[in-house]
């Protein structure tokens, strides 16, 4: 900075800066060419530092097949009923409690490391994918709380990953990075995620939907010996979510005091909840905080875009959830069984991903045809090595040979011409349930659709009386 005098203020006489020095200049005193060096980094250190001084943040760390980002959504609520300025990462971008300031795929090291540097983050949750590991690692040297949500047979085939054995190795980098004194969050209903407890850091914490009767003899041991874990115990509206801990047992709350789980009959996001109340009790967080976070968590587009997104402004019910493999289908369709009563006819729009395995795709076909009364199958404008045509013949096969009818198939390549035609098949009663790729684009697809049909049906006596008067 210059300025004419340094007696009088510059807004009277004038001044400038010149050059702005990113980091101070230290090489003149720990190199000084005449005169004694002195270390004068030791005090910009202790003053940035101060000993005693809190110099990390508590790191949540979250991988696995399906579900990782809901469940980072659901702890992110938790933590900020705290107080607490949450630095989330997600496959939908880079959050500041809930302003989004990246808006990208961003569940890879790159956008860990970008939250961590946030001085303005209080804890980091961070979506950890398996592309992000096998590039770059993790972005962390070690965390307080790790997850592994369950591990599913998707991407296998690609970048040296060919079976669920190795998947798992890759996933389960993230609770060999929990410190001693953390904790891994494992789920006890998925038997590969469950033998990670022996590489796992720190305390094993299991969370399960089965806290009845057909509890795993492993878990309940586990519990018996004091161990931590979350279950859900058989009740009415999904059950009651409790806590094992140290041979004590605390009842949480009710799984359909969780707005997510539509009254207890989603059983993924029950799941889900588990682990992020979980994650949330083992850094403890207070009982009370954690109950709140839940019940205040909704399926909104806005809370938890692509997931289980719920809409009933048509006169059917419209449902967009991610689902992009066969497990995330099969966990959909046990909802779409339990609300099938509710509903005339059910149709789907479904898509996988072109770099999976043929038999996937296949299988992805099956699973449609026994969850849907019409389907209409798309592909993704990045078909990702596929030909056009190829992944919707594969789809097509796999419904056509588990019986479904060929004329209630439909393939339409283009995602929004092929959601536009599900909801203008869509009549009153229905339930249309849309497996979206670009979860925004086609979020403002529905609300557009939406707006169109109001605006038909105002129109509609308007336009009797004008041609009535033509007449």
Same mark, same amino acid.
């Given at each position: 900075f210059?300025?004419?005098?340094?007696?009088?203020?510059?807004r009277?006489?004038?001044?400038g800066? /010149?050059?702005?020095n990113?980091?101070?200049?230290?090489r003149m005193?720990?190199q000084?060419s005449?005169?004694?060096?002195?270390?004068?980094?030791?005090?910009?250190?202790d003053?940035?530092f101060?000993?005693?001084?809190?110099s990390?943040?508590?790191i949540?760390a979250?991988?696995?097949?399906?579900?990782?980002?809901?469940t980072?959504?659901?702890?992110?609520?938790?933590?900020r009923?705290?107080?607490?300025?949450?630095?989330l990462t997600?496959t939908t971008?880079? *959050? /500041?409690?809930?302003?989004?300031?990246?808006d990208?795929?961003?569940?890879?090291?790159?956008?860990?490391r970008?939250? !961590?540097?946030?001085?303005t /983050?209080?804890?980091? /949750? !961070?979506?950890t994918a398996?592309?992000?590991?096998?590039?770059?690692?993790?972005?962390?040297?070690e965390?307080? @709380?790790?997850?592994?949500?369950?591990?599913?047979?998707d991407?296998?085939?690609?970048?040296?990953?060919?079976?669920?054995?190795d998947?798992?190795?890759?996933?389960s980098?993230?609770?060999?990075?929990?410190?001693?004194?953390?904790?891994?969050? !494992?789920?006890?209903?998925d038997?590969?995620?469950?033998?990670?407890?022996r590489?796992?850091?720190?305390?094993?914490?299991?969370?399960?939907?089965?806290?009845?009767?057909?509890?795993?003899?492993?878990l309940?041991?586990?519990?018996d010996?004091?161990?931590?874990?979350?279950?859900?115990?058989?009740?009415?509206?999904?059950g009651? !979510?409790?806590i094992h801990d140290?041979?004590?047992?605390?009842?949480?709350m009710?799984?359909?005091?969780?707005? #997510?789980?539509?009254?207890?009959?989603?059983?993924?996001?029950t799941?889900n909840?588990?682990?992020?109340?979980?994650?949330a *009790?083992?850094?403890?967080?207070?009982?009370?905080?954690?109950?709140?976070?839940?019940?205040?968590?909704?399926t909104?587009?806005?809370q938890?875009?692509?997931?289980?997104? @719920?809409?009933?402004?048509?006169?059917?019910?419209?449902?967009?959830? *991610?689902a992009?493999?066969?497990?995330g289908l099969r966990?959909?369709?046990g909802?779409?069984?339990?609300?099938?009563?509710?509903?005339?006819?059910?149709?789907?729009?479904?898509n996988?991903?072109g770099?999976?395995?043929d038999?996937?795709?296949?299988?992805m076909?099956?699973?449609a045809a026994? *969850?849907?009364?019409?389907?209409?199958?798309?592909?993704d404008?990045?078909r990702?090595?596929?030909?056009?045509?190829?992944?919707v013949?594969l789809l097509?096969?796999?419904?056509l040979?588990?019986?479904?009818?060929?004329?209630?198939?439909?393939?339409?390549?283009?995602?929004?011409?092929? #959601?536009?035609?599900?909801?203008?098949?869509?009549?009153?009663g229905?339930?249309v349930?849309?497996?979206?790729?670009?979860?925004?684009?086609?979020?403002?697809?529905?609300?557009?659709?939406?707006?169109?049909?109001?605006?038909?049906?105002?129109?509609e006596?308007?336009d009797?009386?004008?041609?009535?008067?033509?007449?």
């Open positions: 210059m300025a004419p005098e340094i007696a009088r203020s510059v009277e006489t004038g001044g800066i /010149v050059e702005v990113a980091a101070p200049g230290f005193h720990l000084p005449e005169g004694r060096p002195r270390n004068v980094a030791r005090p910009v250190i003053m940035l101060p000993r005693g001084a809190r990390r943040i508590p949540f979250i991988t696995g097949t399906n579900g990782k980002s809901t980072a959504r659901m702890l992110g609520r938790i933590l009923t705290q107080g607490l300025t949450v630095g997600s971008g880079i *959050y /500041v409690n809930e302003e989004r300031v990246v990208a795929d961003a569940s890879g090291p790159w956008s860990a970008m939250v !961590l540097r946030d001085p /983050v209080d804890v980091a /949750v !961070l979506e398996r592309g992000g590991i096998l590039r770059e690692g993790l972005g962390f040297a965390c307080d @709380v790790g997850l592994v949500t369950n591990v599913q047979p991407h296998l085939g690609l970048k040296g990953i060919d079976s669920l054995e998947l798992a190795w890759v996933k980098v993230v609770v060999e990075a929990v410190h001693r004194r953390g904790t891994s969050v !494992l789920n006890a209903d038997e590969i995620t469950v033998a990670m407890c590489r796992a850091g720190g305390r094993i914490c299991f969370f399960s939907l089965r806290g009845g009767a057909d509890m795993p003899g492993f309940r041991g586990h519990i010996r004091g161990g931590l874990a979350l279950v859900r115990e058989p009740g009415p509206h999904g009651d !979510l409790v140290d041979n004590d047992r605390h009842r949480l009710r799984a359909a005091e969780i707005p #997510a789980t539509l009254d207890g009959l989603a059983d993924f996001n799941q909840a588990l682990a992020a109340a979980a994650m *009790y083992a850094q403890g967080v207070p009982l009370d905080a954690i109950r709140s976070g839940l019940s205040s968590f909704t909104s587009f806005e938890c875009p692509g997931r289980l997104n @719920v809409f009933d402004s048509h006169g059917f019910r419209v449902i967009l959830d *991610y992009h493999n066969p497990a966990a959909l369709g909802l779409i069984r339990k609300m099938r009563p509710r509903h005339r006819r059910i149709i789907g729009m479904v996988i991903p770099d999976r395995r038999e996937d795709m296949r299988e076909g099956a699973l026994d *969850y849907f009364d019409e389907i209409i199958f798309r592909e404008p990045a990702r090595g596929r030909k056009p045509g190829e992944i013949t097509s096969e796999g419904a040979g588990a019986g479904f009818p060929a004329d209630r198939i439909r393939c339409i390549l283009d995602e929004d011409k092929a #959601a536009h035609a599900c909801l203008d098949t869509a009549q009153p229905d339930l349930v849309l497996t979206p790729t670009d979860v925004e684009a086609m979020w403002g697809q529905v609300l557009e659709f939406r707006v169109k049909r109001a605006a038909e049906v105002e129109a006596p308007e009797q009386v004008r041609l009535r008067r033509r007449a």
